[in-house]
């Protein structure tokens, strides 16, 4: 797939306004998705690359090696929000940007102090599932409004802006690509939000599925999306 698929024809579907254009691709930037120079999605580098899988899974392993090895939730929430640190220092030291390992420190303090302060281990997984049902619902909310969030981010990408919105068969491939992600969201609830409720019993199953479930789990789910989205070349289409 080139750069330029999906890209509307002149005299074709009347040009968007150049604010919504400016605020497509706004979003789709800071969602920070990224493609091979083929088109294709990186699927890696949309996550963060080798060292955004390590800030968003090591906080929470060690976290869950550190608590099921010496029983110390003190000591499990403070390596934990320590390692996140860390991250923060070697992009600083980099100079690299810090936005994500920033916002991975922020998350694993909640985290932290919601085990903390409750005297419960399993509570260090509580706010991701509430930051799972509020992107449920902006995906659906999205989809609804007739506004899907695949659409608005991967147009971007593939340089339809927003004249997807004019073609009635690409704005049904961009909801079911959004559908795809809720449906990828909504299944880390349905599996961890029982195993959080069996307290320590399912710390370590609670654990593990959060971190196969995360980042590799988006990842996959936004490859498949991007495949079901594709344009479909105008020849295929009439055949």
């Known amino acids: 797939m080139s750069a330029s698929d999906g890209a509307p024809e002149p005299g074709g579907t009347p040009q968007e306004s150049p604010s919504a254009a400016e605020l497509a691709g706004a979003y789709a930037a800071k ?53 996140a640190a860390v991250f923060v220092v070697v992009r600083l030291v980099g100079r690299t940007p810090p936005t994500q390992a920033f916002a991975g420190v922020v998350g694993v303090g909640v985290s932290a102090a919601l085990a903390l ?52 068969m690409r704005a049904r491939q961009y909801a079911l690509g959004t559908w795809i992600m809720v449906a990828v969201l909504a299944l880390r609830l349905l599996v961890q939000v029982p195993l959080y409720f069996m307290g320590d019993a399912g710390l370590v199953a609670l654990g593990a599925t959060r971190l196969i479930m995360g980042v590799p789990l988006y990842a996959l789910g936004l490859w498949i999306a991007w495949l079901v989205t594709r344009p479909v070349p105008r020849g295929a289409a009439s055949a």
Do not use: C
Not at 41 to 49: K, N, P, Q
């Open 117 to 168: 302060f409750t005297g419960r281990a399993e509570n260090f997984y509580l706010s991701g599932f509430f930051t799972n049902a509020g992107y449920i619902v902006a995906l659906a909310v999205s989809i609804l409004a007739k506004w899907p969030l695949m659409g608005v981010l991967f147009g971007f990408l593939r340089n339809e802006g927003l004249h997807w919105r004019q073609d009635r």
């Open 31 to 83: 969602a920070g998705l990224q493609r091979h120079d083929d088109g294709r999605i990186d699927a890696l580098r949309s996550a963060g690359g080798v060292r955004g899988l390590l800030e968003s899974i090591l906080p929470g392993l060690v976290f869950l090696v550190t608590f099921t090895v010496v029983q110390d939730l003190v000591l499990a929430a403070v390596l934990s929000l320590a390692v």
